[in-house]
């Protein structure tokens, strides 16, 4: 996190502006990453606005949304894209959702179209920066945003610091904080994102992100969108 991130009242927060793509580098200011905003004071919100951002992808289900009150300049797009309801996918990975591991089964083979309408909600935001949030920021975000990075040609290495970026810094949060497992000493996170990322390469290893897409639903002109929202200066 850079030092002007760590001066925002939101948690787990950045900018995906300066990662290096192909053919460009994602410009600043265009598309966000963090946890939930739901505990913002009116301070936080107009840092966000100050930041630019305009639309809020909010990954979240329904039973972990919090009663707050938004700006109205804010426009939110509410795209789980997972349904923890499902009892026999929480039997299988309800103790591994905090890793790149359970990635697959959710895009390929369970919830298709709900990634689908995360990934279109960044296609068709009006212009001004795009904030993408789950709840810790980590998992749900970091699996949609493997996918644009992914989709724009970002180096697996880059992918893989920015999913390890936000496990830094949600750790570090519930540290001081408290979280709903605890958090990891410094010995532990090691060897949890020695296992990441293994699994997150072999996420992307078995993604096609373009044909993904266009398979779920996404159509060339949102593509084409996304590409220019991610890589135009």
């Known amino acids: 996190m850079s030092g ?43 840092q966000l606005l100050d930041a630019g951002i ?19 300049e804010l426009r939110v797009e509410r795209r789980p894209v997972e349904d923890h309801t499902d009892s026999e996918f929480m039997a299988v990975w309800g103790d591994r959702l905090g890793s790149p591991e359970y990635y697959y089964p959710v895009v390929a ?13 960044v296609a068709d935001a009006p212009p001004g920066g795009i904030l993408i949030h789950c709840m810790a920021g980590r998992d749900r975000t970091g699996m949609i945003a493997a996918i644009l990075l992914e989709l724009v040609g970002v180096d697996r290495n ?44 072999g996420f992307l290893d078995d993604l096609d992100a373009p044909a993904y897409l266009a398979a779920a639903g996404i159509t060339q002109a949102q593509l084409e969108r996304l590409r220019a929202r991610l890589l135009d200066a």
Do not use: C, K
Not at 24 to 42: H, K
Not at 163 to 184: K, L, Q, T, Y
């Open 54 to 72: 305009r639309t809020i992808v909010d990954l979240r289900n329904d039973d972990e949304l919090m009663s707050t009150v938004r700006p109205g």
């Open 109 to 121: 083979r369970l919830w298709p179209h709900l990634v689908a309408g995360a990934v279109s909600a």
């Open 4 to 46: 002007a991130e760590s001066d925002f009242e939101l948690h787990n927060l950045h900018d995906l502006g300066g990662i290096p793509a192909s053919g460009g580098v994602i410009p600043p200011g265009r598309l966000f990453r963090s946890a939930n905003p739901d505990a913002l004071t009116a301070l936080g919100w107009q």
């Open 158 to 201: 880059a992918v893989f610091d920015d999913f390890a970026h936000s496990a830094r810094e949600i750790n570090a949060w519930w540290r001081i904080h408290g979280g709903p497992r605890g958090s990891r000493t410094d010995a532990e996170m090691v060897e949890y994102l020695a296992s990441a990322r293994v699994s997150l390469n």
